[in-house]
């Protein structure tokens, strides 16, 4: 019996294919969806009969297990294959383990309850055909290709293998020995060190990044304890797809399967989880020297869609006319014109369970590269700027809907199609859609998704070539990069706006933030919600462009925008690649000048307000926090609630809009933040011309505004019933206003309680850490103009009501009465620091930060002073504080009308009123 494992090299090329053997979403929904009629028998094992074409019955089993099968009397001839969701990104607790593959070489062939590793080899060699197994990202497939009379027996070998294995031990340390040799071998192919190069740069957090075969030294340390562990997660009914193609009849096959599978049970497990890539903005590159290497080898990839995603058949189609054959483009004019390459194509891989990669594949002798990134990029702009003539895409599309019949020709073929189909997408007929989908794709998607797609600057280049290659870089990345904190211009127009520009070339990007005074700060306390309303229409339209003009023209260019209402603040912000900037600034430009707020997304924006507001107590801290700030803020606007109430929200009208919109947008008190690879002196040229005729009010008088840091004078609690099934919280001091010279003192006493912005402190550790009282609890300070508060916030079981609650006051007392241990200290002052310096790492951070500071009066270079004024904080000046601020305390309840627990409510206090 051959025992082959998963063959990269025949993976990769199924991968990588330009049009893949499955490809889009299907349309099977558009035609009638009838099921065929079961015999009583079949029906008492089948859970659900899915749509099935004449020859076709598709079912799912009573345990979970689906059965696609398809008669065809074509030739005598069956496949048989099983699809087990057991891939590489599945493993969990195993990942970069390679159990996946370890199980596909285990179980192959090998021993189970019903026969032994001899007795199934003489079993195959008696079917003759053909047998293989292999191993990708998320599946593994067994597969028995034979003649139609011995269906039975395939089955029966294969759903041994996956259903009652019993993980034979010289089976087991045999195959471990063999999958080394395999990675050894891996390691001396070029193709296969690229795609794992390739693979690591194009996706930074999800688990595809990681090896299907895993870490060799990993790998060498799993038992066969960990392997049984894995077999039972993931080799389980519902996690299998069979599929029968051939000279069968459907209700036979059924009926056998559900006999076979009878004891195959569920059983319960956690579900597969890994975290969504987050989105690309910048190039990534990455180089190897491989000592095997003559030539270098490269692949350049733009993140693309999933297979579910609709711009898959013109990304499909796209990459047949740039780098199909030898008469596209890039071949023609590397291979055939230019002599730089050896050879070039290009592919579009959408796998189901990630955002894919548009790639182009090159090899070229080393002195060319990366040289040839330049033709590339022209003819890739030739897509961007160009319809393609009809001519080409309907060549591209006969050559997609012919490669697409041809993998279906034979039985495993459409075997393969058929479980492939349904992994992917939950259809079988997906491929069958697949051509339809390909003929309609127009001239203008291929332009659309070549403009939106390949964009150079958001590309993946990984490359391996000779030693003696010269050590090469981007073309982007050569140039000098300036210093990570480099110095700020600060400007002012005449109509009062404030700007500041920072070239940082580290990246090739800008972000331009526009921060201005604003948010509950300048509300009234009569009209609840304006300042967030306002600011939600900020994008709905302008006088030169409408909402869908503004959001396609930003998300063309791959860019990022967004507008938002704070406490003290508004916000505009606009991210993008460097080349874009002019139209983002003219953008965001045309946005705070311009806004025209539209009757009817008036209309929308209100229904959906009223839609959050309503769902608003959903949160457990909202709600808390909420009725806290209630019963805090007697005299400001910072009572609001921040979306407003039902009645004010209804009562807004276009004219209350239109008027806060320009008292709170004005340059008189906005500040203008441009950072990123930027010319200073063109920067502010561009932004004189785009924001000098901005006209508005001043700058925000504060002196009618009251002072609300200290409104406690005497203890006070709040309570208030809900249908949650667990109590909250809210435990609230006297505060400090934004400007207060003990802001820096108030930091440090909160990253003593309770860790900054990292869980810690005395809280965490009275409440998690000694005693399991809470799952969550935070501090923090609330700094407003003229307003402030200090909170901590959390939650418990009514029985442990009291007693959190009671550990909390004791906190804040031993505060008042002791001065912090200089150890204790000295730690939440560099816990303070640390967190500071990473709350500054990117470019768009220390834009926000410091347009804000300048906004709020701190100055724009507040954070740069920041380090050396908490470091000046002493035990001192903590108690001092602590003792002016916690002498009393407002603390706001929520109780469970119906608690989980089983206990007596916590009674009444004298001081107890309800809202």
Same mark, same amino acid.
């Given at each position: ?12 090329? *199924?991968? #990588? ?11 099977? +929904? =558009?035609? $009638? !969806? @009838? ?52 891939g590489s990104i599945f493993e969990g607790k195993y990942l970069t383990a390679g159990l996946s593959h370890y199980l596909e070489h285990v179980l192959a062939g090998g021993s189970t309850r019903s026969f032994t590793e001899a007795e199934a080899r003489e079993r195959l060699q008696r079917l003759g ?25 395939? *089955?029966? #070998? ?11 031990? +010289? =089976?087991? $340390? !045999? @195959? ?137 058949? $013109? ?517 303070i620091l640390t967190s500071h310096q990473l709350g500054r790492e990117s470019l768009d951070a220390q834009a926000q930060s410091d347009a804000l500071n300048e906004v709020l009066g701190l100055g724009w270079d507040y954070d740069r002073k920041y380090a050396e004024l908490i470091r000046g904080v ?42």
């Amino acid at each position: 019996m051959v025992r082959k494992t998963i063959a990269l090299s025949l993976l990769f090329g *199924l991968l #990588l294919t330009s049009v893949r053997a499955y490809g889009a979403v299907g349309t099977a +929904s =558009e035609l $009638a !969806r @009838e099921c065929q009629p079961l015999s009583a028998d079949l029906q008492t094992a089948v859970q659900r009969v899915m749509y099935s074409k004449p020859g076709d019955l598709f079912v799912v089993l009573k345990n979970g297990l689906t059965v696609l099968v398809r008669q065809s009397t074509v030739s005598d001839i069956v496949s048989a294959q099983v699809f087990v969701r057991a891939g590489s990104i599945f493993e969990g607790k195993y990942l970069t383990a390679g159990l996946s593959h370890y199980l596909e070489h285990v179980l192959a062939g090998g021993s189970t309850r019903s026969f032994t590793e001899a007795e199934a080899r003489e079993r195959l060699q008696r079917l003759g055909g053909a047998t293989n197994a292999y191993t990708t990202y998320d599946r593994t497939v067994f597969y028995i290709n034979s003649s139609a009379d011995h269906w039975k027996d395939a *089955l029966d #070998l294969l759903m041994s293998y996956v259903s009652e294995n019993t993980l034979n031990p +010289s =089976e087991v $340390a !045999r @195959e471990k020995a063999v999958i080394q040799q395999e990675i050894k071998m891996g390691e001396n192919s070029l193709d296969r060190e690229l795609w794992k190069l390739f693979i690591k740069t194009a996706y930074q957090v999800h688990p595809v990044r990681f090896p299907v075969v895993g870490y060799e030294e990993v790998f060498v340390n799993q038992s066969r304890e960990a392997l049984a562990d894995y077999y039972s997660q993931r080799y389980q009914p519902e996690n299998m797809v069979v599929v029968l193609a051939g000279n069968v009849v459907p209700s036979e096959a059924i009926r056998f399967l559900a006999d076979k599978t009878k004891n195959f049970s569920r059983r319960a497990n956690e579900p597969a989880l890994y975290p969504s890539e987050p989105v690309q903005v910048t190039q990534r590159w990455e180089e190897r020297e491989f000592p095997l290497a003559r030539l270098v080898q490269a692949k350049i990839g733009f993140p693309s869609a999933r297979i579910q995603d609709r711009d898959l058949y $013109a990304l499909d189609v796209l990459a047949l006319l740039l780098g199909e054959g030898q008469t596209c483009p890039l071949y023609c004019r590397l291979k055939d014109r230019e002599n730089k390459v050896l050879g070039i194509g290009a592919s579009n891989w959408t796998p189901s369970f990630v955002q894919g990669q548009f790639i182009i594949s090159v090899s070229l002798p080393p002195q060319n590269w990366p040289g040839v990134l330049t033709s590339i990029r022209e003819e890739i702009d030739r897509f961007k700027q160009e319809l393609v003539s009809p001519e080409d895409l309907e060549k591209a599309k006969k050559t997609a809907a012919a490669q697409h019949v041809f993998s279906r020709q034979s039985i495993s073929g459409q075997a393969s199609s058929l479980g492939s189909s349904y992994l992917d997408t939950g259809d079988p007929y997906f491929d069958e859609a697949y051509v339809d989908a390909i003929r309609r794709v127009t001239p203008e998607e291929i332009l659309d998704v070549a403009r939106r797609y390949l964009v150079m600057e958001r590309s993946n280049v990984a490359v391996v070539r000779p030693p003696a290659s010269k050590e090469t870089q981007s073309p982007e990345s050569t140039a000098s990069a300036l210093p990570a904190d480099t110095p700020v211009e600060r400007h002012q127009l005449k109509n009062g706006l404030k700007t500041l520009i920072k070239r940082d070339a580290t990246l090739p990007l800008v972000t331009i933030n526009l921060y201005g005074a604003g948010g509950l700060y300048l509300e009234d306390t009569r009209k609840p919600g304006l300042s967030a309303f306002t600011s939600s229409l900020l994008m709905s339209g302008t006088r030169n462009r409408g909402k869908m003009d503004i959001a396609r023209a930003i998300e063309n260019i791959g860019g990022v925008m967004g507008a938002s209402s704070d406490n003290n603040s508004y916000h505009v912000s606009v991210k993008v690649l460097k080349e874009d900037f002019d139209l983002a600034l003219d953008i965001l430009g045309d946005i705070v000048q311009n806004a025209s707020f539209p009757d009817e997304e008036i209309a929308k924006q209100r229904t959906e307000t009223l839609l959050l507001i309503q769902r608003s107590d959903e949160s457990w801290q909202a709600e808390i926090a909420r009725l806290f700030k209630k019963n805090y803020f007697k005299k400001s606007s910072y009572g609001n609630d921040r979306l407003g109430t039902k009645e004010s929200v209804e009562s807004i009208s276009r004219d209350d809009i239109v008027g806060f919109y320009r008292r709170m947008v004005s340059p008189g008190h906005s500040v203008l933040a441009v950072y990123g690879d930027v010319d200073v002196t063109r920067t502010r040229e561009i932004v004189e011309k785009k924001f000098g005729s901005w006209t508005g009010q001043g700058a925000v008088s504060t002196a009618t505004l009251q002072e609300e840091t200290r409104p406690l004078a005497a203890d006070a609690t709040v309570e208030k019933k809900n249908e949650k099934t667990s109590s909250a919280l809210f435990i609230g001091t006297n505060g400090l206003a934004l400007d207060s010279s003990d802001r820096v003192v108030l930091d440090v006493l909160d990253a003593v309680l309770s860790g900054g912005s990292h869980p810690g402190g005395r809280l965490f550790e009275a409440l998690r850490g000694k005693d399991d009282l809470v799952y969550v609890v935070s501090a923090f300070p609330f700094y407003g103009v003229k307003a402030g508060y200090f909170g901590v916030i959390t939650q418990t079981t009514m029985g442990k009501l009291d007693r959190v609650q009671n550990t909390i006051l004791e906190n804040l007392r031993k505060l008042v009465i002791e001065p912090v241990p200089a150890d204790e200290l000295e730690t939440a002052k560099n816990v303070i620091l640390t967190s500071h310096q990473l709350g500054r790492e990117s470019l768009d951070a220390q834009a926000q930060s410091d347009a804000l500071n300048e906004v709020l009066g701190l100055g724009w270079d507040y954070d740069r002073k920041y380090a050396e004024l908490i470091r000046g904080v002493d035990a001192a000046s903590v108690q001092r504080l602590a003792k002016e601020l916690f002498s009393k305390t407002l603390i706001v309840r929520t109780l469970p009308e119906n608690p989980v627990e089983i206990m007596a409510q916590p009674p009444a206090k004298a001081t107890v009123h309800t809202p």
